[in-house]
């Protein structure tokens, strides 16, 4: 048998084997007081169709063996690789990645590893990364009693506390008297080396966060959320096809899309056609500095107006609050008091400068990991758009990762950031921002709402380059606050 397959099976989302598929198994099980969970998610995604990812994790080749690596470090297969399969280069690093943060020498223990995971990913309320790293937590002997709350932590981890809830929500404000306290609280503090192992951890499941959530992914069948033993309420099927998910997958999946509209198509045409224009300005003519300036600061007052919906319904979440504090302090706050985020230009303080440099030399080789990652997510091109084949496609993605930087402050006087307005329509940036910025508000509406003809694993693609735009903006303002510290 495949291993992804196994994965599926493992995870209630194939055959549940040993019982019979009909109706007297069924009732054995019912005699014998054998409780069967049932998957509450159809398949790793809520958003996307199961069989359009098992069968990707099927066909590669490469895949079956970065499941296999994954398998054996991690003894399991989570939906977020599952999901992720859609470009196994990206995943291969992301992996790589993980794996040195985790598991390998590093400053700092490995249960304080899998701590800071936890109060990362409280910050967005995502239980599924918290319940999958309480579960390692405990794994690597971690105190139960942390799980309590943060003040039932270590004081060390406590004081990491301001920093994580800066970083996830206005990593601008960073200083580098965040960064004193840390490092000169006697018997409490951090070394260097230490914090930097921790402000990649912060960041890293920040962004997983947005991941999670810009993804819909399901928790898996054995964790928190991811199974209920009550019977469904469809009388039709046997009660083994409604465990194994084989009935009605297109009635779970919600409605199927109309190919027959011709919107859909034009909207892909449509941005196709803005691209070669845009291209063809440039050819002719470059934009001032004074314009490229005005244009930022446009843009960037815009990004505070884009606004998500705090009417939708979010995905629920057990109450994961006991891991950080001041659980008021959000984004949302920046936008409603209008507060003014000042810019960064990247040629001051940049990744490929001034960042990389720092994190390899107090945390060797993770500079150099995080580095590839960055760049296959920012190079990343199948040369398609859709139904379009041959079509470059690196306009749009510097569009996407230069909005996301904006959003931050970050700005490159080498942009034109007119290009953004022209190329990302008001819900692809609503989407955007709320995946970035307030992950747990995500909803299915609105990541069906951009990009309606384009593919699932472009808009796999999209998150990936979200989630690393989002991670190295965070990892500026830590860094830059760290070599202010420093000198």
């Not at 609280?185 to 951890?201: C, F, G, K, M, P």
């Not at 004074?290 to 446009?298: P, S």
């Not at 008021?328 to 940049?350: C, I, N």
């Not at 920012?378 to 959003?407: E, G």
């Amino acid at each position: 048998m495949k291993l992804a397959s196994a994965a599926y099976q493992n995870q209630g989302y194939g055959a549940v084997q040993g019982f019979p598929c009909n109706r007297c198994g069924s009732q054995r099980r019912k005699e014998l007081g054998v409780r069967i969970p049932r998957p509450l998610g159809q398949g790793p995604s809520r958003f996307i169709p199961e069989m359009e990812i098992l069968q990707v994790s099927t066909e590669d080749t490469q895949m079956h063996t970065l499941f296999a690596e994954s398998f054996t470090t991690l003894g399991r297969l989570d939906n977020i690789t599952l999901v992720m399969v859609f470009h196994p280069q990206y995943l291969e690093s992301f992996l790589k990645t993980q794996h040195y943060l985790l598991q390998m020498d590093g400053p700092l223990p490995l249960h304080y590893r899998h701590y800071i995971g936890i109060m990362a990913a409280a910050r967005h309320q995502c239980s599924y990364l918290v319940n999958l790293h309480v579960s390692d937590f405990l794994h690597v002997g971690g105190d139960p009693k942390w799980l309590n709350g943060l003040e039932n932590a270590p004081q060390k981890l406590q004081n990491l506390s301001e920093l994580n809830k800066i970083l996830a929500h206005r990593p601008w404000l960073i200083t580098k008297e965040h960064i004193e306290q840390l490092l000169k609280t006697e018997e409490h503090s951090w070394s260097l080396a230490e914090l930097i192992h921790a402000v990649v951890l912060l960041t890293h499941y920040h962004s997983l966060a947005s991941f999670t959530f810009g993804c819909g992914i399901n928790p898996e069948i054995h964790c928190e959320g991811g199974h209920t033993f009550r019977p469904p309420s469809v009388s039709d099927y046997c009660i083994c096809d409604i465990t194994n998910g084989n009935q009605g997958v297109c009635e779970m999946q919600g409605p199927v899309r109309n190919l027959t509209t011709t919107e859909p198509f034009c909207e892909v045409e449509a941005l196709m056609e803005k691209m070669k224009q845009l291209q063809e300005c440039r050819d002719e003519a470059k934009a001032s500095k004074e314009e490229k300036a005005t244009r930022f600061e446009k843009e960037k007052r815009e990004s505070m107006l884009v606004c998500c919906s705090e009417d939708e319904e979010t995905a629920p979440t057990r109450d994961v609050s006991r891991h950080f504090e001041d659980t008021s302090y959000g984004y949302k706050d920046f936008s409603r008091h209008g507060m003014h985020v000042p810019t960064l230009h990247a040629q001051d303080y940049s990744w490929e400068d001034h960042g990389y440099s720092l994190v390899n030399r107090l945390y060797p080789d993770v500079g150099q990991l995080i580095d590839e990652k960055f760049h296959i997510a920012y190079d990343l091109t199948y040369n398609t758009m859709a139904m379009h084949k041959d079509v470059d496609t690196s306009m749009l993605r510097r569009a996407i990762w230069n909005y996301i930087h904006c959003m931050f402050g970050i700005r490159y006087d080498d942009y034109d950031y007119g290009e953004i307005n022209q190329l990302l329509d008001r819900s692809f940036k609503v989407y955007i921002k709320t995946v970035v910025c307030m992950p747990e508000k995500t909803t299915k509406r609105m990541y069906d709402s951009f990009w309606r003809q384009f593919k699932h694993s472009e808009k796999v693609h999209v998150n990936l380059l979200l989630i690393e735009a989002r991670m190295q903006a965070e990892l500026l303002y830590a860094l830059r606050a760290i070599t202010r510290y420093m000198t």
